[in-house]
């Protein structure tokens, strides 16, 4: 069973859901987790009932209350990072995170018990579900780690290419939460070599065995000159005998979840997978999500911007607001608004930069923008449709004129409409330059290639981890 196990995981080791991959691993983590949360759920039923002299029922009866618990400890899972690189490799990480989102999503069925009444989610019943949930999951990380190896969750990749692009896969492969393990290198055409151990092709009587002996699930073509060298029947035994055969640029989007914009090239982007012509249900969709939560969100929220706009004007003179031409979809110009959180002098020198600790902060504006409360009254332009709840962060003219120039394909990101949060924001620091644009550039693009619901979805629940653990904010 372990050794099939191993396959599954090793051989493609990951799944693309609606474009965007996910690794076996984490699938089978997240499908495993699933049903030690109903069974602690359907036993934390049980122990009670017991308590309080009651007959459990049949276990048909509770299936939905059960499921509702399931799946709401799952998104909230999902939404602190719980599947992410970090909780897959550090044990640490993993139960401090468990136990952040079993806390959360008991607070949300909390709630809703609270507001409608009847639907079993009883505190105590509540309670024992997480303390079992929490003990079965962390048991689960120690009994796949255990039988499975940490080997087990990286794929074996072989690379033909020994020049500055293999280097480079290399080096990513080393990385902390690398999902991939390279075990061996081909050099093909014997120029521009920088990697010693890699193997000269003439060694190699038959490429299709080499990968086979080395126990390959992955092969990736890193050569910096296609022309005369690209080993077509080599590649196309190795995809004949079940080895998944992928290209530099492909893999690396794939691998890092941005678009890699040093070997980029208009090919590349007009022949991949992206930019579906299937993107107006997905678009008419994005859009009646957008009207629905910003109206309600608008509701809810009003008090609390209302609080923090006085709080703004009795802190520093000025307006509560700040408005800013930004750039939107198709290069169209709007004004964003938001709590203001600097001095009104703050760009009386042209727009700058934020940087690390900046003077022109005021001191209720650090709070507002730890907090993310300064972008709350972003949520009405999402209501007019000048912007979404997902997408690139709207830039102001004068930054995106000196962008464009500096950085091939920007303006590319400008074919989806901005948002509140986006792909950038999640996994990257906030930018303050040239080459952390460039970086984010990259997230940008891969979001405005492989955009669907799912990937919206997916970035709004992580954006919660995002606001519980700052990283980089300013």
């Not at 983590?29 to 069974?39: A, E, S, T």
């Not at 802190?315 to 290069?331: E, H, M, N, T, V």
């Not at 709007?334 to 760009?347: N, P, V």
């Amino acid at each position: 069973m372990v050794t099939g196990i191993n396959r599954w995981l090793s051989v493609g080791a990951m799944i693309r859901l609606f474009k965007h991959y996910i690794p076996h691993a984490v699938l089978l983590l997240g499908m495993l987790d699933l049903v030690l949360l109903c069974l602690a759920a359907d036993i934390a039923w049980m122990v009670r009932a017991a308590q309080i002299g009651m007959d459990a029922g049949a276990r048909s009866a509770r299936a939905g209350t059960i499921a509702g618990y399931a799946l709401t400890t799952l998104v909230a899972m999902i939404a602190v990072g719980v599947y992410g690189a970090e909780a897959l490799r550090s044990m640490r990480f993993a139960c401090a995170r468990l136990l952040v989102a079993v806390s959360l999503a008991i607070m949300a069925l909390a709630v809703l018990d609270f507001v409608l009444p009847g639907q079993t989610y009883w505190r105590s019943t509540l309670l024992y579900a997480m303390l079992l949930a929490t003990v079965m999951m962390v048991l689960n990380r120690l009994m796949v780690a255990g039988l499975l190896g940490s080997a087990a969750f990286r794929r074996r990749v072989l690379v033909l290419g020994a020049g500055p692009r293999a280097q480079r896969l290399k080096t990513l492969s080393e990385k902390e939460g690398s999902g991939f393990a390279i075990v061996g290198f081909v050099d093909m055409t014997g120029a521009d070599t920088r990697l010693l151990e890699a193997v000269p092709r003439s060694d190699i009587s038959d490429l299709s065995k080499h990968v086979a002996h080395l126990r390959a699930s992955e092969v990736v073509l890193a050569l910096e000159e296609r022309r005369n060298a690209l080993p077509l029947k080599d590649l196309l035994r190795v995809k004949t005998a079940g080895v998944h055969v992928n290209e530099f640029s492909s893999f690396l989007e794939r691998e890092t979840g941005r678009v890699d914009l040093d070997t980029l090239n208009p090919s590349w982007l007009i022949f991949s997978d992206g930019f579906s012509s299937g993107r107006a249900m997905s678009s008419a969709a994005k859009r009646t999500f957008d009207i629905l939560a910003s109206g309600l969100l608008l509701l809810f929220a009003f008090p609390v911007i209302a609080v923090f706009a006085l709080a703004v004007k009795l802190d520093s003179k000025g307006p509560a607001f700040f408005r800013q031409k930004r750039i939107g979809l198709y290069g169209q110009t709007f004004e964003l608004i938001k709590l203001r959180s600097m001095r009104t002098d703050a760009e009386k020198d042209g727009s700058q930069w934020a940087q690390q600790n900046d003077p022109r902060i005021t001191r209720v504006g650090s709070l507002i923008r730890k907090l993310r409360i300064d972008e709350l009254p972003q949520v009405w332009t999402v209501l007019k449709g000048q912007m979404s709840f997902v997408g690139p962060r709207p830039e102001v003219p004068a930054f995106v004129e000196d962008l464009e120039d500096k950085l091939p394909y920007y303006a590319e990101r400008h074919m989806v409409k901005p948002g509140i949060t986006g792909w950038a924001q999640i996994n990257y620091p906030y930018g303050a330059s040239i080459e952390d644009s460039r970086q984010k550039l990259e997230f940008d693009l891969y979001y405005a290639k492989n955009y669907t619901p799912f990937l919206d979805l997916l970035i709004m629940l992580q954006t919660l981890r995002v606001i519980l653990w700052p990283e980089g904010a300013r």
